[in-house]
């Protein structure tokens, strides 16, 4: 029996010149987590103060993606900056209401709702 690979893949952008999207699509868990942690990890480092995780194609994330996320908070927090999450799946919804992390992150289910947030 052979296993897919995965589908995994993140883009980055800048919106309005000030506001770093990072895209995510597929599954976060502990095979693709390692490459979700060195690109948010490269957007905080690299000076992103306003950061946007759009998450509206992410079809499953579990505890590693969740520990990722609050790392990327916890950094980001520390520079003075923000993180929004964008995510309307109820499925990927359900694990952040299931560690109350959902009190922790903004967390809205559009673009954006979060553009919005971010530079307001």
């Known amino acids: 029996m052979s296993y897919l690979p995965p589908t995994f893949d993140v883009t980055e952008e800048t919106l309005a010149g000030e506001v770093f999207v990072l895209a ?4 976060i868990h502990i095979a693709t ?3 979700f942690s060195q690109r948010l990890n490269e957007a905080i480092a690299g000076g992103a103060s306003a950061l946007l ?4 194609h992410v079809s499953f994330i579990d505890s590693t993606g969740l520990s990722v996320l609050l790392n990327g908070l916890r950094r980001i927090t520390r ?5 929004v999450l ?3 799946n109820p499925t990927v919804m359900r694990l952040f209401e ?11 289910p559009t673009r954006e709702e979060a553009l919005e947030r971010l530079q307001g």
């Open 53 to 56: 995780v759009d998450m509206t």
């Open 98 to 108: 299931v560690t109350r992390t959902d009190e922790t992150f903004e967390i809205l």
């Open 86 to 88: 964008v995510c309307d």
């Open 33 to 35: 987590a390692p490459e």
């Open 24 to 27: 995510v699509r597929g599954e």
């Open 79 to 83: 520079r003075r900056g923000r993180m």
